[in-house]
């Protein structure tokens, strides 16, 4: 399709620069969850469904300095496209109310199917060894200590504690061992564990090492103590 190459151009010059773990290796494998998602739900539309794909993170607060201005170029871009305003409005939707932090707000509205194909997507780039190394570079990033044995997980209440950051390690129970279970589609609920399971056989090697062997020093050890 000639507009969602010109989508997919206008993401990639709008990510060239991140350094989040939100750039365009980021978006294009999005993309390529949503295609693979997308064959098991024929129902979806698949413009609006790869559109929203490429387009996830150009509007995010944690990629864009502006996010009113990245909103306003974006919908004059598709505009420009001479997509229809019903596909607009869609997209916009989609990529509005797919994140995990729009969650905690209680403000984020019903997705269509092609919303919960790419939150699926998106959020199976958060799980694996993917889910491991982005976490590790965005906590680098934003100087987030690697692990703090007094630290305790929490449970975020609202965007603004969630963006407060946490350790790197913490990170894995505030929010990445929760998403599994909020899957929406049978494959990405299926890779979803898939990839949780390698993360918790991750998780228990890094106390292992952490402790230098300490057999008493688990994480679920570490879990019942309140740190």
Same mark, same amino acid.
């Given at each position: ?27 294009? #494998? ?49 505009? #420009? ?41 998106? #959020? ?38 969630? #963006? ?64």
């Amino acid at each position: 399709m000639e507009k969602l190459q010109e989508i997919a151009d206008y993401s990639f010059k709008q990510l060239a620069m991140d350094q989040t773990g939100h750039g365009i290796d980021h978006t294009v #494998r999005v993309v390529k969850l949503a295609e693979k998602i997308l064959a098991t739900e024929p129902q979806a539309d698949p413009l609006i469904t790869l559109a929203s794909a490429y387009l996830h993170d150009t509007i995010d607060d944690k990629v864009v300095a502006d996010e009113t201005k990245a909103k306003a170029e974006l919908h004059q871009f598709l505009q #420009r496209l001479e997509l229809s305003d019903a596909t607009i409005e869609s997209i916009f939707l989609i990529i509005e109310n797919l994140s995990f932090s729009k969650g905690l707000s209680g403000e984020e509205m019903a997705l269509p199917i092609e919303g919960k194909i790419v939150q699926d997507a998106d #959020r199976l780039e958060a799980l694996g060894a993917i889910g491991i190394l982005r976490t590790a570079y965005f906590g680098g990033g934003h100087g987030h200590p690697i692990f703090d044995e007094s630290r305790q997980p929490i449970t975020y209440q609202n965007k603004k504690d969630y #963006r407060k950051g946490s350790t790197v390690i913490n990170h894995f129970y505030e929010k990445l061992f929760l998403l599994p279970d909020r899957m929406n589609t049978p494959y990405g609920i299926k890779e979803a564990k898939r990839r949780e399971a390698f993360m918790r056989e991750f998780i228990d090697e890094f106390f292992n090492e952490w402790s230098v062997g300490d057999p008493d020093f688990t994480p679920e050890s570490w879990l019942a103590t309140g740190g």
